[in-house]
């Protein structure tokens, strides 16, 4: 079936079968496509604003360049989907099958992927920003270059504990030059993540950084109290004016880098002192340390 770029405003789809229906840049705004079958259909930038895609079959379709802002998507199967470059603003995702989904570069601002499993994802350059990825599972997503400002990536710390969610799960995710600036990261899990030139700033990381890779992250005032950072790398990073108290930093590698401001040192909430764990720690000539050290901490310095 041919549509290419006809204009179906208005009409009704609901249950049709439009399995490999060619519908590139066809006008579907607001139609009811609930429970159609669209398998392999090819609805590269069509207009599906408003659209009710409701339990709608989009397996293996292609979706590329798509505007699907504020579709309804609830119990849809996009798995296999290619939606590299679509909107998909303030879309609800929690119901939506996205088993080997292609969203390289796709618009998710504000949208709804809490609980969501996008472990092995493609999301490079994807637009993440104010998106609720609480408990989600990103394990080994590809997310090189994604805007994540403001995303709330919180786990069950700091507010969450009556909810029980799991942190996001971003275990061996790509995460170079993402901007995470103000997201809440606390629970989440960034084991071997790669979080190259990302920007972390203000952000709350009460987070597994395990072996992670921050090399040159921009980490300013950010809060990664009773974080778990052992083995990771932050040379030339920036951790002026950081939170850092009961923050286990054994092992990890910050030559070059800067802690200037950044509070290794204080109490808790008792008035009981705390200090960072920083022993097996690499520095060199260019570390820039703050006035207050741990008590206890060893150093390997490098030139």
Known sequence: MNLYGRDLHGLSFKGAMLNRAFLRHAVLQGNDLSGADLYGADLQGANLVHANLTNANLLGANLRGAN???????GANLSGAD???ATLTRVDLTQVNLTAVIMNKVRLVG??????????AQLQGANLAGANLVGANLSGANLAGADLAGADLAGTARGRQ???EPGANLSGADLRSSNFQGADLSGARLRGANLTRATLIAADIHAELLGADLTQADLRDANLS??????????RASLSNAQLTHTRLNGVSLLGTDLRGAILVGTDKEGRPTQASMHGVRANGQTQWPLTMPS????????
Not at 68 to 74: G, I, N, P, V
Not at 111 to 120: E, F, H, P
Not at 296 to 303: A, G, L, R, V, Y
């Open 226 to 235: 009773e974080a778990i950072i052992s083995g990771a790398k932050l040379d």
């Open 162 to 164: 009556n909810r029980g």
């Open 296 to 303: 206890s901490m060893t150093i390997q310095h490098d030139e």
């Open 68 to 74: 699907l802002t504020r579709a309804t998507l609830d």
């Open 83 to 85: 939606l590299t470059g």
């Open 111 to 120: 949208a709804a992927l809490w609980g969501v499993d996008l472990s092995g």
